[in-house]
């Protein structure tokens, strides 16, 4: 396996990462940014006031998500599968 070859690898792994914490990190800053505004407007000092719609939410966005997610994943492992023979050098 050539330092080319690996570098792809873990490139192609970071997108994948990021592609796939992108949904679930989104929803959660834009429900964080909503309910921290409510909770500034109405002068509530409760910290756990954001954490359950937060919650709700992340658990609907994977539940919406989570099938494309886990193709993703099996699409690259099976491409990285399939690709050994290449990085070993064999063919």
């Known amino acids: 396996m050539s330092d080319a070859s690996a570098i792809h690898l873990a ?3 970071m997108v994948l990462v990021a592609k796939l914490a992108l ?5 959660s800053l834009v429900v964080g940014v909503f309910f921290s505004l409510i ?12 954490f359950l719609p937060k919650l709700i939410a992340v658990a ?3 539940f919406f998500t989570g099938n494309w997610m886990l193709l993703q994943i099996q699409q690259f492992t099976e491409g ?11 063919g």
């Open 39 to 50: 909770q500034s407007m109405t002068q509530i000092q409760d910290y756990s006031f954001s």
């Open 23 to 27: 949904p679930i990190l989104g929803t």
């Open 60 to 62: 609907l966005v994977l």
């Open 11 to 13: 490139t192609q792994a």
């Open 80 to 90: 990285l599968f399939n690709s050994i023979p290449h990085l070993v050098g064999g």
